[in-house]
């Protein structure tokens, strides 16, 4: 047995090379990467990591750093889910959710991290090994973009060999957003997957009717058209607009995601392991989606979430997200350009690599 003797948190704060909106966050500046280092009396270390779209990272630090951390220290780092459910509960009266899900989820990648190196397996493989790769698509932030550069950018993703793309919804009328899909349908022709995200911006009403609006421009989902809560108007939505629709990347715990496939009707669960307690959290969550005969598909943090979709029997789709995380490790996504797959990292742990150089610059006292 092995002990955890060291938990170091850090904190980065990162500008984004270009101004990028959504419907509901507004403009995204920076984006926040709070940082675990977990380390065992066998000198062994674990990395693990969330991320925030510029807003909440200092806090989730502090509650690693002031509450998570005298949880794991002098703890056996290989019962990763016997100490998930003891962070959880540690701090579940004070935080369920919000950002206790965060600062989980980077505690407990550290630990999968560590158990993944301990077996010398990639994380794909110590988590079934179903395929090395995934579906891809280019998810931008690019409400503000104006037409022109909005077409550039996705193809741009099409010059990268991805087969599949995503625009942002909500502009200030439906007819404009409506001529952006004809645009960019226009523009990927018919074989290219497409999707589309509203960020919640949406009533019901108004998302059934932009659905039937979207129906000649074959769009695989539509992601959150509303409240991340409302789990009876996204079963609306999905039957009355008929179209698929795409959710989860704001539900924080695996019992959410059981309500939202119980009593809504969402054809693509997205769970980010970042916000959902981690790798654990994730896993539960995909074992919901398979006993609901759904596929499961990601959002953000594509570095890792390539890994964990690999190895999933029922995986839908990794959202390549434009925060540039690739920047700050030493591996880029791979995508295959015969199929334009995401190919998940063959090397043992969780297979992301911070270039520690490139960060140092961006880190913040917290
Ligand atoms: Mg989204």
Redesign the pocket.
């Known amino acids: 047995m092995s002990t955890i003797t060291e938990i170091q948190t850090a904190y980065y704060r990162i500008p984004l090379p270009e101004l990028m909106e959504d419907a509901k966050h507004g403009l995204h500046t920076h984006f926040e990467v709070p940082i675990v280092k977990v380390r065992t009396d066998d000198g062994r270390e674990g990395i693990g990591y969330t991320y925030t779209g510029g807003f909440g990272g200092e806090s989730i630090a502090k509650l690693i750093d002031k509450e998570l951390k005298h949880i794991l220290l002098g703890k056996d780092p290989a019962c990763v889910e016997a100490l998930w459910e003891q962070m959880n509960w540690g701090i579940h009266y004070v935080a369920r959710g919000g950002l206790a899900s965060f600062a989980i989820a980077a505690c407990d990648i550290a630990l999968w991290d560590l158990r993944a190196k301990k077996a010398r397996e990639p994380l794909y493989k110590l988590l079934g090994g179903h395929s090395n790769k995934v579906n891809c698509y280019g998810g931008a932030i690019d409400l503000n973009f104006p037409l022109e550069k909005l077409l550039a950018n996705n193809q741009k993703y099409l010059d990268m060999g991805l087969r599949a793309v995503k625009i942002k919804l909500g502009q200030a009328t439906l007819a404009e957003d409506i001529a952006r899909i004809k645009a960019v349908r226009e523009l990927i022709g018919p074989d290219i997957t497409f999707m589309v ?1 509203a ?1 919640m911006s949406w009533s019901v009403e108004q998302a059934i009717k932009a659905a039937k609006l979207m129906a000649p421009f074959d769009i695989l989902f539509l ?2 058209p509303t409240i991340p809560e409302d789990y009876e108007g996204y079963a609306r939505i999905a039957k009355e607009g008929q179209i698929a629709v795409a959710g989860g ?1 704001n539900l924080r715990t695996p019992i959410e995601f059981a309500h939202m496939l119980s009593y809504g009707q969402v054809d693509f669960p997205q769970p980010d392991a970042s916000n959902c307690g981690g790798i654990t959290g994730w896993l539960k969550i995909a074992a919901l989606t398979q006993l609901h005969n759904v596929s499961i598909s990601t ?1 953000g943090m594509q570095e890792l979430h390539v890994s964990l979709l690999a190895a999933m029997p029922n995986a839908g789709y990794l959202e390549m997200h434009s925060f540039p995380i690739d920047q700050y490790t030493i591996r880029p996504l791979m995508i295959d350009p015969e199929d334009g797959m995401a190919i998940a990292p063959e090397e043992p742990g969780i297979g992301v690599t911070f270039d520690w150089d490139k960060l140092a610059p961006h880190q913040l006292d917290f």
């Open positions: 995200d960020n992601e959150e990347e959002h």
